[in-house]
């Protein structure tokens, strides 16, 4: 009986070790399968069979039912299906990203920080198909050129790499298994669904964003309102702060703003208006263009995220808020800042009645007043060419500016020479010539200098005025640059003569109208500039008391009356010292005092013998052993 019974419980303990499932040691009898890798792995606890359902004992079928991930993971499953990795593998594109593709072998898909879909490796998980040369080669269609590597340098990138596990990843925003193509309505990362996608992370943001113009039109359904891609790129994303962010204050209303608003395809649907052009060529414009970066652009007064119709009493932008809004960098600003256009520009488009007179009578007189000059020079210069008259000789000089004089000219030149290259410069802050006069980079250094200039030619001019003043007998000078008929007449002889119509040259007196019309340019020029500057250099104050129109009206005066004063300079006052072949290479009256008696003698006879005279009787009034 005890025999029997042995018998039977071997029986039955060989029937129960029979019906066992097979360990992962046994399985690694015949499989090369790595027991250490599968064991530290996430489905370690499941064995062979918890996946290989169909091997109940061995051995086992020679092909057993192949695995299903749905038995554990069936929403995932049906989620891939539908993505567009699981549409591809459907369509027979063999090799379209599978479940082991992104979760790794299936004897060594691992959890926590080594799964290959933890936050820090999922960007090279990605790309392991997204950035390889070989994968894209084979006509995938990547809509975004390198997207991980875009990535990786973005803010978000980065902040995940350091192990910030609240910052974006590809799935955060693409989705895990049930990633579709951006044109489906249902994929997270479509336009209609971005800012709800980025609102996960960012709520604050997307509840002002939604109410905006740009939420509220992409609601509507349209194809060319931004969304948060749009302004802040995709994924490329960088902070505000970063120099190649697109939201930079450098770039917003360029690259940002100004890609939309400045596009002729997109005015012409809705009606923007030249608005980016006009504030490229406003102050704050040329600030920024000049590398300012505390100068207001399009985020500075329209908002950011909450830009709303200037009509909304919301808006930063509304008449009732505009003078908080621009207090905001312009503190003290007053109530009149409210008026008047403010996208204007200085030549044409949209422009207060204002500016458009200042550019139209700057449009004739420029024109008319260098065309003249070049007029008058050239035929000067080509009559005295074929005339071959060669230079006195006697070296004799006389007296033609004091020291006083000599100074103020002095402050002026070096001064105007600046004001011109740093004006410049501050209008087209990109110029290439920049760099040969040090003024790359920040616009502040060239803004500081050209202010600076700006006192010193404004000081010497005062200096000038008062030593008239003062001074009784240079005062005669006033006088004698007064204009006069007698001008006009020599203009018309000069003219003659050097047309040949006369043989006759005419003579002048101490100055002739060449001196004058250029003495009285510089003295009106000055005080445009001078009036227009300062209103500009003060514009806080400027605000207080003036509508915006005035200082758009000063803006256009002041490049206008520099563009004619330059060309001025250029045209008439260098000729006059410099190429006119009578005193080439250079009249060093301004240096030396001095000029060449002989030509004074032979273009100012009367001024001449004048000077005579005064030096005959200064040398009978002076007794010997006076010394010089």
Not at 124 to 150: M, Q, W, Y
Not at 191 to 204: K, L, S
Not at 223 to 233: E, L, Q, V, Y
Not at 272 to 278: I, Q
Request: hydrophobic share 40%.
């Amino acid at each position: 009986m005890r025999l029997l019974f042995a018998g039977l419980l071997s029986v039955a303990l060989s029937v129960a070790l029979a019906a066992a499932p097979p360990s992962a040691k046994d399985c690694a009898g015949c499989h090369e399968v790595n027991i250490t890798q599968f064991e530290a792995s996430k489905h370690a606890s499941m064995g062979c069979t918890g996946c290989h359902t169909s091997i109940t004992r061995l051995p086992h079928a020679e092909k057993p039912a192949k695995v299903k991930c749905d038995t554990c993971h069936d929403d995932q499953v049906k989620a891939y299906q539908k993505s567009v990795h699981g549409m591809a593998m459907k369509s027979g594109m063999t090799d379209a990203a599978t479940c082991s593709s992104c979760h790794g072998t299936p004897h060594a898909i691992m959890g926590g920080p080594g799964s290959k879909v933890a936050k820090k490796n999922l960007a090279d998980t990605c790309g392991s198909c997204h950035s390889n040369p070989e994968f894209l080669s084979r006509h995938h269609n990547i809509p975004f050129a390198k997207p991980v590597e875009a990535y990786k340098l973005s803010l978000h990138g980065r902040e995940v790499a350091k192990g910030n596990d609240s910052a974006a990843s590809c799935s955060d925003c693409h989705g895990s298994h049930d990633i579709l193509a951006s044109k489906d309505p249902a994929a997270k990362v479509n336009r209609a669904r971005v800012a709800e996608t980025c609102g996960v992370c960012h709520p604050d943001v997307q509840a002002i964003y939604s109410d905006s113009v740009h939420g509220l039109a992409v609601k509507r359904g349209s194809k060319d309102s931004p969304t948060c891609t749009g302004c802040h790129g995709e994924h490329n994303i960088q902070a505000p702060s970063e120099a190649g962010s697109l939201v930079n204050p450098s770039r917003v209303s360029t690259v940002t703003c100004g890609r939309c608003h400045g596009d002729e395809r997109l005015d012409s649907r809705y009606s923007f208006g030249d608005k980016v052009p006009a504030y490229q060529d406003s102050f704050h414009g040329l600030a920024v263009r000049g590398g300012q970066k505390r100068a207001a652009n399009c985020a500075s007064c329209h908002g950011i995220h909450n830009i709303l119709p200037s009509a909304d009493i919301r808006s930063t932008i509304n008449p009732a808020n505009l003078q908080k809004t621009c207090g905001v960098c312009h503190p003290g600003v007053g109530e009149k800042i409210a008026k008047g256009q403010v996208h204007v520009r200085t030549a044409g488009g949209i422009e207060h009645p204002s500016v458009r007179w200042i550019r139209l009578a700057y449009y004739a007189l420029i024109p008319m007043t260098i065309g003249f000059m070049l007029f008058h020079n050239g035929l000067d210069w080509l009559a005295k060419l074929r005339r071959h008259k060669p230079h006195h000789g006697t070296g004799e000089v006389l007296p033609r500016m004091n020291r006083k004089f000599r100074i103020t000219h002095g402050l002026v030149m070096v001064s105007f020479i600046s004001l011109v290259i740093t004006g410049f410069a501050l209008k087209f802050p990109e110029s290439g010539w920049l760099q040969a006069f040090g003024l790359g980079g920040a616009g502040q250094v060239r803004g500081i200098i050209h202010r600076i200039a700006g006192a010193v030619i404004m000081g010497a001019t005062g200096l000038h005025i008062l030593h008239l003043v003062v001074v009784k007998k240079d005062r005669v000078m006033v006088w004698e640059l007064l204009p006069s008929w007698q001008d006009a007449k020599d203009i018309a002889n000069m003219l003659r003569y050097n047309l040949g119509l006369t043989p006759k040259r005419p003579t002048f007196g101490m100055f002739g109208y060449a001196e004058k019309m250029e003495y009285w340019a510089f003295m009106w020029g000055t005080i445009v500039m001078a009036v227009t500057g300062v209103l500009l250099w003060a514009k806080d104050t400027s605000l207080h008391f003036f509508p915006v129109w005035v200082m758009d009206a000063a803006t256009a005066a002041h490049w206008y009356e520099a563009i004619l004063a330059t060309l001025s300079i250029l045209v008439w006052h260098w000729y006059l010292v410099i190429f006119d072949p009578d005193v080439y290479p250079m009249d060093l009256a301004w240096l030396t005092g001095k000029a060449s008696a002989d030509h004074i003698r032979e273009t100012r006879p009367e001024y001449y013998r004048e000077l005579m005279e005064q030096q005959a009787a200064k040398d009978a009034n002076q007794t010997p052993g006076d010394g010089n």
